[in-house]
């Protein structure tokens, strides 16, 4: 008898009321959810933190609404007094209130579709939503909730017990070089804008993107470079000729490059010393992000000069909080100064999720121990199955003597694995029993038709579809996240849909 049983459309992964995953069990889900269509939305209690805002937030932000007279005005609460103050200049607009209560920050606007899309899309992009447990307390404290839900939370210095878990990840690097940070895509913001800063004083303004990121990464370069002329996006992870030409034709202006090692979704890992090397010859900061299989099963730190990472995922295994982390490498140009702008940028994580973390980290090495046997014998039966087309992960051939390189171990590949299909995908997705929804690096198994959730503007027309053909990804690409479920059961799950 398997694990798995079909997760109704909505539901909670896991079944926290701080889960960062919800169940989109369909094609069908998956499509309405991208287009906002309420017969699927309606569903959605919860969601990925920084694309759907939680309950607790909408309740509070009804609250301070009422309280401060806002009327039909659209209130946004953010990460703190800082970040409002960053919306405010995003938003341009002189209507916009500015509200701060109890220490719960937010910013207000006249009703207006399009200001609502730029301010939740500039949150998201920046990492600047306030918690759901932070908003979850202030409810509390009001008594419009009875109690916060009762969960393990650490009894000491979370913090500095968060910093003690990660020291194997980053050896003979100081505890408080450990930046913690609200969530992943905020420490590359405030990476980002550090550097920025530090590397403008010199006329570098040129920003490289390798490979394909993230889409909040790539929005960051995309939007927040001083021209549209200073970002460059270099397809091929593989191509550092390529790069190099790019470095040359701007000579002295590159401020910096961003790669993840390994990238998502095709999981390709670069020559990491060779481009370390290309960025120092000339005089660009390297910002590698680990997250795909985490910054604990790669040594990466002396090849760039910051490393920036989401604790979101593999260290809070159980899926119900967002956090991230900025490490300076010492031996960077001006490593103490880039640290301190860094402080200074960063949204702190709240207090009770680095509680809730300092419990969950404890477990991070056992999580990947699991998943570290499991991936290869899922990888072997996906290649060996003929309605698989292709798959990726670490030790895929393209880039497994790369990956080889950095990893701590020869087995350290974390948990993703992606892969294509020859058949239909809606098919296939809809006869799943897998839980199906997005994030990744939990205890639980997640499976997602990645390009759908990230780009779903590129899947949904022939154009989009083509160019990213044209760019080597498959609109229809799966992205397995396995977890520490018992791997047959994972692998006959598979099978069962794959017929």
Known sequence: MSVFTPLPLGQRIPASLHAVSCSLPTMAAVRGYEEKDPAITQHLTSGYPRFVVHPFLQQLAAELSRVHGLGEHTLWLTSSAAMAGRLAVQLGTASVVRVSDHGIHGLAHPPSPELAARAKVFLQNVGGFLSSRAAEDELVRRGLLPAAAPEELFAG??????????RPAFPGIADDQLLLTN???????AAFRAISELQAAAGRT?????GWLYLDTIALLQKFTRTPGDYVHVADVFDLAALEQVLAAHPGRVAGIVAEVPTNPLIQTPDVAALAALARKHGARLVLDPSITSAFNLAILPHADVVVS?????TASD???TAG?????PASPDAARLRRLITEKLEPAYARDLARLAVEISRTSAVLARLHTSVPQVVAFLQSHPAVRDVYWALHPASRKNYAAIARAPGAVGGMITFTLRGPLDRFYDRLRLPKGPSFGMATTLICPFMYLAHFDLVSTAAGRAGLIAGGLDPDLLRLSIGTEPVDDIIATLAEALG
């Open 157 to 166: 210095d979370a913090a500095a017990e968060v910093r003690r878990q990660l």
């Open 183 to 189: 969530c992943g895509m905020n420490a590359v913001d």
């Open 325 to 329: 982390l900025v490490v300076v490498n």
């Open 206 to 210: 040129v920003w490289i993107q390798l």
């Open 319 to 321: 899926g119900d909080l």
């Open 310 to 314: 989401s604790l979101t995922k593999y």
